[in-house]
């Protein structure tokens, strides 16, 4: 479920590898909608921290910026 949202910003061609990444794209084209692998019974820890890469990145709403003050 939480990579749906990161799903569907490479269906809208917004995310681009400029790279070669072999192990992450097994991952990616393994990993299985019910949080499975079809690899194996390994997690997919790229494929994560790429999903919580671009959720944070990509789908986090943005704040107006401002200046903090040290308290």
Known sequence: ??????????ERALVR???????????????TGDGGNAGGG?????????????ADLMLRR???PGVRRLS
């Open 62 to 64: 943005a704040t107006a």
């Open 17 to 31: 590898h400029t790279a070669a990444f072999p192990a992450l794209e097994d991952q990616m084209t393994q990993f």
């Open 1 to 10: 479920l939480r990579a749906e949202p990161v799903a569907a910003l490479y």
């Open 42 to 54: 390994k997690s997919p820890d790229r494929l994560d921290a790429l999903v919580w890469a671009l």
